[in-house]
């Protein structure tokens, strides 16, 4: 019976978050024709995105080469930029509607919202793995999203310091890219991770975005023109700087489709705040934070004993 539900557990678990798409949405009752991304195209950006990458884990884990290889390419491409440009994007609209001026506020606000849920994830799942002495260092390979983020959100707030986000947007858009670009250059240069420095792109591009969406959306050609120079810049600073020769204007152009798809599909509908989808969304960085945990568990306990 478990062979058999491992031969078709990846269509179902896509065949699950299809009905729960469906389910979870209704008719639209409000227009979101000011915003680039609505809160509902986020929501269910960040819940497909939160399935595709605990999905890409678990083929790896159990070695399904070819689920893993699919997955991972998908992931590549657009869920990892994708939960960039809503992080980002998000960060941005949040401060130009109610600007927070301290570094204790911004901290309290911003850096303990993503500290606190990962201290307590890390000390529950620390103290149970060390009483069956299970060894948990390769669940942290996948945190590496957590310490950009931290670096985004300072520099976010060093740059807003030195230009008011409200009034001198261009000059905050120039020193943030600029500084984040040699940011990235550091990175390579230290021997870091690739994954580290390579999605920065799409960081950019969300705060891009957000600071430029009223012009965006009465000038259709800015967004053009800014994403082709976006593209341009990112594919030579990672094939000559970098010495990256992936295809990035692909990843780039890739994530945007799925991104702007989703705002077209939903341009008359909107996700139901009690829906699985919605409830997958908001917790889509828990579910991060906890899903290697999870699937250490599986792997262990439940896996070793079928097996045998």
């Known amino acids: 019976m478990y062979e058999i539900f491992r031969m078709f557990e990846y269509p179902l678990v896509v065949l699950l978050l299809l009905i729960c798409i469906i389910k979870g949405s209704k008719k639209n009752t409000y227009n979101s024709k000011e915003l680039l991304i609505s809160m509902d195209v986020s929501n269910l950006l960040k819940a497909i995105c939160c399935v595709v990458i605990v999905l890409v884990h678990y083929a790896s884990k159990n070695s399904d080469y070819f689920f893993e ?124 991770p690739a994954h580290y420095y390579r999605h920065l792109w799409s960081i950019i591009l969300g705060i891009a975005l957000a600071v430029y969406e009223k012009k965006i959306i009465d000038n259709k050609r800015v967004s053009f023109v800014m994403i082709f120079f976006l593209c341009f810049f990112w594919t030579l600073f990672q094939s000559f700087v970098l010495k990256d020769s992936r295809m990035f204007s692909v990843y780039i152009c890739s994530g945007l489709i799925v991104l702007f798809l989703s705002q077209l599909l939903l341009k008359d509908r909107c996700v139901k705040c009690d829906s699985v989808i919605a409830k997958i969304g908001t917790a889509s960085y828990e579910v991060y934070l906890v899903h290697m945990f999870v699937l250490l568990f599986v792997n262990v306990f439940l896996q070793s004993n079928v097996n045998h």
């Open 69 to 192: 290889f699919f997955l991972k390419s998908a992931g590549e491409n657009a869920v990892l930029p994708i939960f960039f440009i809503l992080s980002a994007y998000g960060i941005t609209k949040s401060e130009l509607k109610n600007s927070i001026t301290t570094f204790g506020s911004y901290c309290k606000k911003r850096l303990m919202k993503i500290t606190i849920p990962l201290v307590l994830v890390v000390a529950f799942f620390e103290t149970f793995f060390a009483f069956f002495s299970v060894d948990t260092t390769r669940c942290y390979d996948v945190y590496w999203f957590i310490w950009v983020i931290y670096v985004v959100y300072i520099l976010f707030y060093v740059a807003k310091k030195i230009f008011p986000l409200k009034n001198k947007k261009n000059q905050f858009f120039l020193l943030f890219s600029f500084s984040l670009v040699l940011i990235g250059l550091v990175a390579y240069l230290a021997s870091f």
